[in-house]
């Protein structure tokens, strides 16, 4: 398993989850992806796009008007 981190601040809808499409489309299942994003659209955006896809947000949370979220990549899911 690899932690990737992928830098989304200052993205707006809907450049954090094509920017997630594009990173996780280059993991392998049971990778991490931890994102990091201002628009604070991202909490629902980015969760939603993994239960479409069969990924897992491991944990998501907004501080100081920055969004963290975790997403552990599924396999077998189109990304």
């Not at 990778?31 to 991202?42: M, R, S």
């Not at 939603?48 to 998501?60: E, I, P, Q, T």
């Not at 920055?66 to 899911?77: M, P, S, T």
């Amino acid at each position: 398993m690899a932690r990737t981190s992928l830098d989304c601040r200052n993205l707006l809808c809907p450049m954090p989850v094509i920017r997630v499409q594009a990173a996780v489309a280059k993991l392998a299942a049971g990778d991490e992806l931890a994102v990091y994003a201002t628009d604070p659209g991202a909490l629902q955006d980015i969760p939603a796009w993994c239960r479409v896809h069969g990924h897992a947000v491991l944990s998501s949370e907004e501080r100081d008007g920055e969004v963290y979220l975790l997403v552990r990549v599924g396999g077998g899911a189109s990304a």
